[in-house]
């Protein structure tokens, strides 16, 4: 099982950014898959997970409205667009994934989530 994190970089504020984690080593609609972020000296803070199979979603409060999850079962990928972005969501983003879809309670957990990918750098600047 792998991910791979692409489409991080350097923004600027009220900008967008458009994420890829791309799998491989398992078929994508037998998985779920979330992205989290994490600053530096900060939590790791989940923004948004999606079932491929059928659609479900869960975003967090700190993106919600702002963000898409979306899947690509063809491609195997998964996209997360990031909209109207702020020097607050620097950070190093992440995508992991589990043969499970966690409930509402559990999601944001990081111990939901048993692959991960290395992560891509998104810097916003003001």
């Known amino acids: 099982v792998q991910l791979v994190e692409s489409g991080g970089g350097l923004v600027q504020s009220g900008e967008s950014v458009s994420l890829a984690c791309e799998v491989t080593?398992?078929?994508?609609?037998?998985?779920?898959v979330a992205w989290f972020r994490q600053a530096p000296g900060k939590k790791r803070e989940a923004l948004a997970a999606?079932?491929?199979?059928?659609?479900?979603?869960h975003y967090g409060d700190s993106v919600m409205g702002r963000a898409t999850i979306s899947s690509d079962n063809g491609q195997e990928t998964v996209h997360l667009q990031l909209n109207n972005l702020m020097p607050g969501d620097t950070a190093k983003y992440y995508c992991?994934?589990?043969?499970?879809?966690?409930?509402?309670?559990?999601?944001?957990?990081?111990?939901?989530?048993?692959?991960w990918g290395q992560g891509t750098q998104v810097t916003v600047s003001a």
């Open positions: 992991a994934a589990d043969h499970f879809f966690p409930n509402s309670d559990f999601w944001e957990q990081r111990t939901s989530w048993n692959y």
């Open positions: 080593g398992f078929i994508l609609d037998s998985y779920a």
């Open positions: 999606i079932s491929p199979k059928d659609g479900r979603t």
